[in-house]
Nanobody, 128 residues
Framework: QVQLVESGGGLVQAGGSLRLSCAAS????????MGWFRQAPGKEREFVAA????????RYSDSVKGRFAISRDSAKNTVYLQMNSLKPEDTAVYYC?????????????????????WGQGTQVTVSS
């Protein structure tokens, strides 16, 4: 059983930065891909970023590319999302998610439905 616990959300002004953390437990995550997703009020949950735990390769949505950075610390079993140059449209609940791929599926192949472990979410609010 994979447990994911997000933290680091909060209120920030436009142009500011936040770093989200996702503490993962319950498995050895070398065979996993980890993702960050977000859901704004009245909208569907959307992909933000993903990282392959073993190689550290990453993928980003076009809306955050160049502003956000995903990383992982294997010693701490933690995935981070560094968010810079935040915009009001980044306001959402941010979720951490995991899927075991055993290295057989690339980042571009995965969809939101493939992720089968989810955290409870952390609120990010960006004021204008």
């Amino acid at each position: 059983q994979v447990q994911l616990v997000e933290s680091g959300g909060g209120l920030v002004q436009a142009g500011g930065s936040l770093r989200l953390s996702c503490a993962a437990s319950g498995r050895t995550f070398s065979f996993y891909t980890m993702g960050w997703f977000r859901q704004a009020p009245g909208k569907e949950r959307e992909f933000v970023a993903a990282i392959r735990w073993d190689w550290g390769s990453t993928r980003y949505s076009d809306s955050v590319k160049g502003r956000f950075a995903i990383s992982r610390d294997s010693a701490k079993n933690t995935v981070y999302l560094q968010m810079n140059s935040l915009k009001p449209e980044d306001t959402a609940v941010y979720y951490c998610a995991a899927v075991r791929t055993n290295g057989r599926r690339g980042l571009l192949e995965l969809t939101i439905g493939d992720y089968d472990s989810w955290g409870q979410g952390t609120q990010v609010t960006v004021s204008s």
